[in-house]
């Protein structure tokens, strides 16, 4: 499948030149006024937003629902349009392509997006097809005139012409003769994601059609109970949610719960909106077995924008209240603020500065975690525009900067602690070649089975590592690896 056309030209950002369809929109994309469609126009904006702008859809949509003064229902569905249509785009892109008399290439942009939204609706939602249709010619010609609606008309209704499935069958490559990329298209992604996740599942095509519908739905969302202010129990019965399998910490919330950032419990500072995935990683380097006493010095060696921290902060505050500190870096200002603002009464200190080289003791901390800068493949389901805009040179590049960071948080982990390296990505090259590379020749690092400091989740294989998985856990697809620094023998595997 390609991936959708963007606005600079680049692969998955093809270039939009003057189309004969119609005249160019108004200033601000193709979304008509609110009054018109108001829940359809507030998720036409944010494709706009996150065309024009490389906006990401889970941040710019809040402030677009506010704009558009939506709630209840309608937000919900905005929410549902946006979002969705941002994460099939590849598939979208190749059923209207298939329906027009000319490339995307020569189309404009902003009518694309248009022509997307209805063709999301056509063909994954249950909105019937004439007002899915109407509906979208309508914002068209609000923005664009009557000449842009009349060609948006006719491909939509060519689209309507058959379901999904059927379109797929059509599109889609042979399933017998390239099953990898038969169900990325099916499943909306990029061929190179569906092929790391194969490889990462060591060749499971059955499963990789799991976990690929897995990603393609939409996910619930995850509350940390920040640990002495909350427990798990109350937060489920004040949220409305249920208690998490496996965190002792985690709460899920129900389908079409709303803003978790309006929840009481979130304004309060109770609770943290925190995948469980995310909670585990911080819970298995907080559990692991160190080799002498824990003191209670911990690093979070690249911490923005908080969350890991708020929890590893919260567990020190309990276990070592007298003198327990976590050290949180993060290079960015911003960031670091965000982590300053999470961090809030906790421990935490934190330092702005790179994880590479910042100015902290070697050899002076008991646990460092190291969640280190990724691609993010295994929270696609949660950034909903992603899958378009990674590439696949962006893989080297980012292992290189990983295992920079892995050398540099073992330097600062004292003989006899543990470092948590962890990475929200299930890419080869991102977890087992980043270790392998950073571990090889070494004789003063040991593996820590991992699987054994989360004894309550399944499905994890033989360790030392934990790979999580959206289809088998229901988080995101976190990666942990566990290694101790010794005084001297050989490295374990």
Request: proline share 8%; glycine share 10%.
């Amino acid at each position: 499948m390609t991936s959708p056309r963007r606005s600079d030209g680049r692969s998955g950002r093809g270039r939009g030149s003057r189309s004969p369809a119609g005249p160019p929109p108004r200033r601000g994309g193709a979304a008509g006024p609110p009054s018109a469609d108001p829940a359809r126009a507030a998720a036409l904006e944010l494709l706009t937003a996150v065309r024009e702008r490389d906006a990401y859809a889970n941040l710019a949509m809040p402030a677009i629902l506010r704009r558009f003064r939506l709630s209840g229902r309608d937000a919900a569905l905005a929410t549902e349009l946006g979002y969705g249509t941002c994460r099939a785009a590849g598939l979208l892109d190749s059923v209207i392509e298939a329906c027009a008399d000319r490339p995307l290439s020569r189309i404009e942009t902003p009518l694309i997006d248009a022509m997307r939204l209805g063709t999301y609706q056509l063909l994954r939602t249950r909105i019937p097809p004439h007002a899915a249709v109407d509906s979208t010619v309508a914002l068209i010609r609000g923005s664009a005139g009557s000449r842009s609606a009349g060609f948006a008309n006719a491909i939509l209704r060519r689209v309507g012409e058959h379901t999904e499935p059927e379109w797929v069958a059509r599109l889609a490559p042979d399933l017998a003769d390239d099953p990898v990329g038969h169900l990325a298209f099916a499943h909306a992604h990029p061929r190179w994601i569906a092929q790391a996740f194969e490889d990462a599942l060591r060749g499971e095509i059955g499963e990789l059609a799991e976990l690929l519908a897995a990603d393609d739905a939409r996910p619930t969302v995850h509350l940390l109970a920040r640990p002495g202010e909350i427990t798990a129990e109350e937060l489920a019965l004040t949220t409305g949610g249920e208690q998490s399998p496996y965190s002792p910490f985690g709460v899920r919330l129900q389908a079409g719960a709303g803003d978790p950032g309006e929840l009481d419990a979130v304004t309060e500072g109770l609770a943290v909106v925190m995948d469980e995935g995310s909670q585990l990683v911080a819970l298995g380097l907080a559990d692991a077995p160190l080799t002498g006493p824990d003191s209670g010095r911990w690093l979070d060696l690249c911490a923005g924008p908080g969350g890991k921290a708020t929890l590893l902060g919260a567990l020190l505050a309990l276990e070592h209240p007298e003198r327990g500190r976590l050290d949180a870096v993060e290079p960015a200002a911003h960031r670091a603020e965000l982590v300053r603002q999470a961090t809030a009464g906790l421990p935490v200190t934190v330092h702005v500065a790179d994880g590479r080289s910042a100015p902290l003791p070697d050899g002076g901390y008991d646990r460092v975690l190291v969640d280190v800068p990724c691609t993010g493949l295994g929270a696609l389901r949660r950034r909903p525009e992603a899958r378009w805009r990674r590439e696949p040179s962006d893989v080297a590049v980012l292992a290189a900067l990983q295992r920079e960071l892995l050398a540099a948080a073992l330097r600062h982990v004292r003989v006899g602690g543990v470092v948590g390296y962890a990475t929200c990505s299930p890419h080869l090259a991102e977890t087992h070649g980043v270790l392998a590379a950073v571990l090889r020749g070494r004789s003063d690092v040991e593996r820590v089975d991992a699987t054994a400091v989360l004894p309550g989740v399944d499905g994890l294989g033989d360790g030392p590592a934990v790979q999580l998985w959206p289809h088998r856990h229901g988080t995101d697809a976190m990666f942990m690896s566990l290694l101790r620094r010794t005084a001297s023998g050989a490295a374990r595997t």
